[in-house]
């Protein structure tokens, strides 16, 4: 079966780094959509960044843009969320999640996505 996991959270000070990374398995990985999502207590999930199957084009939203880079390799079957100049407000429970529709489209809506990973927390302090 498909499995996603996460890992790389942890507690970080304000200005700091974290990367966090997600293994696959049960899938042909090269083919995925591959996104990060974030969860904060009370509030919905949203979406963080998107990269297509080739690594080639990826996309952000606004609050991340210039600090985050997410990348993957297909060889290794992971995809890496690079988080630099962390801000309070990135912490949240990070999510790895898998598109398997064949194409470029990059989706930003989590119902897009087919396959999730349990999640890695990412708790940075001021």
């Known amino acids: 079966q498909v499995q996603l996991v996460e890992s790389g959270g942890g507690l970080v000070q304000a200005g700091g780094s974290l990367r966090l990374s997600c293994a696959a398995s049960?899938?042909?990985?090269?083919?995925?959509?591959m996104a990060w999502f974030r969860q904060a207590p009370g509030k919905a999930r949203e979406f963080v960044a998107v990269i297509n199957w080739s690594g080639t084009r990826t996309y952000y939203t606004d609050s991340v843009k210039d600090r985050f880079t997410i990348s993957r390799d297909n060889a290794k079957n992971t995809v890496d969320l690079q988080m630099n100049s962390l801000k309070p407000e990135d912490a949240a429970v990070y999510y790895c999640?898998?598109?398997?529709?064949?194409?470029?489209?990059?989706?930003?809506?989590?119902?897009?996505?087919?396959?999730w990973g349990q999640g890695t927390q990412v708790t940075v302090s001021s």
């Open positions: 999640a898998a598109d398997r529709r064949v194409g470029d489209l990059l989706i930003t809506a989590a119902s897009a996505y087919d396959y």
């Open positions: 049960g899938l042909t990985f090269s083919t995925y959509t």
